[in-house]
Nanobody, 119 residues
Framework: QVQLVESGGGLVQAGGSLRLSCAAS????????MGWFRQAPGKEREFVAR????????RYADSVKGRFTISRDNAKNTVYLQMDSLKPEDTAVYSC????????????WGQGTQVTVSS
């Protein structure tokens, strides 16, 4: 019922910026929170940021606070992750996710996009 398509990944130097986008296609009229996760080589997937349906509630991992900003445009069913002051340790595959908490909680994931930050 939900398809997520990410874009915006790439290779940047430390201190640079990238903006990731994730467009959601939904088959029903629903409200949902959205978030970003990442998985570095040899590491488990970790939470990066999330945003509520109305954009009023955002949360960030301590490792990205002050550097990353999550936002959304519900008219486009799109969530963004603005990443500034990137560090080599930010290198990972970034995946977006949508969480529906209506009748039954359901999570959907995008395919992931590679972000590489060089020293």
């Amino acid at each position: 019922q939900v398809q997520l398509v990410e874009s915006g990944g790439g290779l940047v130097q430390a201190g640079g910026s990238l903006r990731l986008s994730c467009a959601a296609s939904v088959s029903t009229v629903s409200t949902y929170s959205m978030g970003w996760f990442r998985q570095a080589p040899g590491k488990e997937r970790e939470f990066v940021a999330r945003i509520s349906w109305n954009g009023g509630d955002t949360r960030y991992a301590d490792s990205v606070k002050g550097r990353f900003t999550i936002s959304r445009d519900n008219a486009k069913n799109t969530v963004y992750l603005q990443m500034d002051s990137l560090k080599p340790e930010d290198t990972a595959v970034y995946s977006c996710a949508a969480r529906f908490t209506g009748t039954v909680q359901a999570d959907y994931w995008g395919q992931g996009t590679q972000v590489t930050v060089s020293s």
